[in-house]
Each structure stands twice: as C-alpha cells, then as structure tokens.
C-alpha cells in the first residue's frame, strides 16, 4: 500500500498537470509492452508497433520492467514540455545519481551489462540509452500524442470542476478505484509498502494515459513530489490516433525524412543536432534531409549564434496537417 501523508498546507499545494509529461508516457508504455498487455485497451496500440521496434524495446526493457522498480531518472522532476527537453535531462542525469538508481534496480536481481556501464557515465551506454528512447518514443507514443493530450485535457477539466465543487479531498478520493482518503492520509493499492510524507511540499498529480493499473510514484521524491495516475481510455483510443496520416506521410517524403519534418514541427526553432538526436539519425543525414525539405519549401532555416536552425514553413504546416 501507498500511504501519503498531507498537512493543511499541502492540500493547498496540489497541482494537476495540464498536459502529458512524455517520459512517464514512454516509461508506462513500455510496461505495455509485454507479449500480452493485461489490459485490452492497449492491445490494438501493442499490434500496431512495428518489428523494427524491438530492438530498442528490448533494450529499454532492462531498465523499464513491467514490475517492480525503474530507474527514477528516466522521468524527471519538473515541467518537461516536450521529449526533447526530457531526453536531455535524462542523458544529464548526475553520475552519482545513475549509480544509485542502478544500484537500486540491480538489487536482489541479475541486470545486463549495459545498465552498469550506464552507472558509471560511459559514453557508448549513454548513446544506446539515448537512441533507444529516441526511437521508441518516435514510433510507439509519438504518433498518438494527440489522442494522449486529448485524455488528459479531458481528465483535468473534470478534476478541476471536482476541486471547485467539492474540494481536493474530492479529487485525491476520486483518483483511482483504490483509493482511500482518510484525513490527512491517502491510501492507496501500491505493489510494495511505502510512506510518502509530504511535509509541506505539496503534491504534483501527473495524469496519464499509458498508466496502469494503478497510480506509480518515485523511490526518490523531487522538491515537489509527484504521484502518476491513470486516465481511462476508451477501448479503440489507439484507433483515434492519426497514424494513418502518419503512414500517408512516410509514403510520400520516405520515413526517415518524413520523421525530421515531424520533429522539425514538435520541436521550436531545433538546431541540426538536437534534430538529428531527436530523429535518431546523424548530423549528416539530418543536414541532408532538411535541405531537401527546405527546398520543397517545406521548412526554413536561418541561423544564430553559428547555429543553423529549422522551423516548420506554411507550407509543410499544411502538408502535417493534412
């Protein structure tokens, strides 16, 4: 069970999340990933992965497991806007800390190789962790980010209302079928006995659609602590996403160029490296492949500082857009 523990001044300081955090979207989602996903609504997601997803799962897999602990750095603390600006924070992530979270995961279980080289800051190990997110998050939560922001929309419109009529006990209560609000405790189904004491803090409420079956927090709490809970899809959300779109495009530009242009519009004014890390793919290639989309006048590039970045034109708006 999971205990929180509020004081008068965190009921005060519980803040829902206006959109989706893309690391616990990745996080979560890879525990869906399993050869039959206990729950049928993500069974349709699970069929329309791609095989060429398999490698950088089964990689991501070793630190990611579907039960038990996962390393906490592999979804930082504070608002992180887009995937980008997570994956950057992830590869930061202080050595000391890569080693106590690795540490933490080895403990009373035999891991791969990588993960401990990964502990020590290696260059090589960091680079696979790096590309693994990457493609993962391109293929498998990418392509649904829509569908992902319109559910959690949707649930914090309903919990904001929750909190207006009827207070943040309301909303603390209602956050999962488990749940139990025993002033100043809530109670909560967990896998392992943990007490959270808040201690003024307040409280950060990450809702997610990829969360399941129950609500998930961290082994090591920031400033502002968090608990993840999850949003109840319908049983064809994946059906809603606009992958077809997203076929249509990687049959006209090619997948590789079409990814670029797809990050090119999620990310503002991205320079050619993060673009290159953002699309998996090497600066030279990234350079290539925004030429050639410049000239079809479907991005621009200018430049400041030295740096060249791109931004998505009218044109290529257009084309995403469909």
């Known amino acids: 069970m999971l205990r929180i523990h509020f004081s008068d001044a965190d009921l005060g300081r519980v803040r829902i999340l206006a959109e989706p955090d893309p690391m616990w979207e990745v996080l979560l989602s890879l525990h869906q990933t399993t050869p039959a996903p206990a729950d049928q609504r993500f069974r349709g997601w699970q069929r329309g992965l791609p095989a060429r997803l398999a490698r950088p799962t089964g990689v991501l897999r070793t630190l990611s497991r579907p039960t038990g602990y996962s390393p906490d750095f592999l979804t930082p603390s504070g608002d992180v806007a887009d995937f980008g600006t997570g994956l950057d924070l992830v590869l930061g992530t202080p050595r000391a800390r890569l080693r106590a979270d690795i540490a933490q995961l080895a403990s009373g279980t035999r891991i791969a190789s990588w993960p401990a080289d990964l502990a020590d ?3 090589p190990a960091l680079k696979l962790l790096g590309e693994a997110l990457t493609t993962y998050h391109n293929t498998a939560v ?12 949707a649930d914090r419109r309903k919990r ?8 943040f006990e309301a909303v603390l209560a209602t956050l999962h079928p488990s749940a139990r609000w025993r002033a100043p405790v809530l109670e909560l189904a967990y896998p392992v006995e943990q007490d959270l004491i808040l201690g003024g803090s307040g409280l950060t409420l990450v809702p997610s659609l990829f969360c399941w079956p129950g609500p998930i927090t961290l082994l090591r709490q920031p400033d502002r602590p968090v608990l993840v809970y999850p949003v109840s899809p ?21 997948p590789t160029r079409a990814e670029v242009l797809r990050v090119i519009a999620t990310l503002p004014r991205v320079n050619t490296t993060e673009l290159a890390r953002a699309a998996g793919i090497s600066l030279a290639s990234a350079s290539q492949h925004t030429s050639v989309l410049r000239g079809a006048g479907l991005v621009t590039t200018g430049r400041s500082r030295g740096s060249a970045f791109h931004e998505l034109s009218e044109r290529g708006s257009s084309l995403l857009c469909g």
């Open 121 to 123: 800051g290696n260059v």
């Open 142 to 153: 990418r392509p649904h980010w829509e569908t992902i922001r319109r559910h959690v929309r």
């Open 160 to 167: 904001a209302e929750l909190a207006v009529t009827r207070g």
């Open 234 to 254: 319908e049983p064809d959300w994946a059906a809603a996403s606009p992958a077809g779109s997203d076929r249509s495009l990687n049959t006209l530009l090619g």
